[in-house]
Nanobody, 115 residues
């Protein structure tokens, strides 16, 4: 069993920055990917950014050039640095981990961007 736990959400002014962190406890051996999704009110959950065990990254078009993902395999953490934030980035951000074909989700952390 793997349990991701997010931290770092909050209220930030448009144009500002924020860093989210996720620690995944449990057996993370041979994980497939770690990453972040988000869900805004009334919208479907969407990919923000993810990084595979091999180091390949993938991110949503709306965040390219603004958000950066990084990981620490020793600590089983994945971080997301959000820059140049826009009000439309307001959402609950979820940490996602895929390990041996199983999906694990954190409970989410709210990011609110005000203009």
């Amino acid at each position: 069993q793997v349990q991701p736990v997010e931290s770092g959400g909050g209220l930030v002014q448009a144009g500002g920055s924020l860093t989210l962190s996720c620690v995944a406890s449990g057996n993370m051996f041979d994980y497939n990917s770690m990453g972040w999704y988000r869900q805004a009110p009334g919208r479907q959950r969407e990919l923000v950014a993810e990084i595979t065990g091999g180091g390949r990254t993938n991110s949503g078009d709306s965040v390219k050039g603004r958000f950066a993902i990084s990981r620490d395999d020793v600590e089983s953490t994945v971080s997301l640095t959000l820059s140049k934030l826009k009000p439309e980035d307001t959402a609950v951000y979820y940490c996602h981990v895929e390990v041996r074909g199983m999906d694990y989700w954190g409970e989410g952390t709210l990011v609110t961007v005000y203009s």
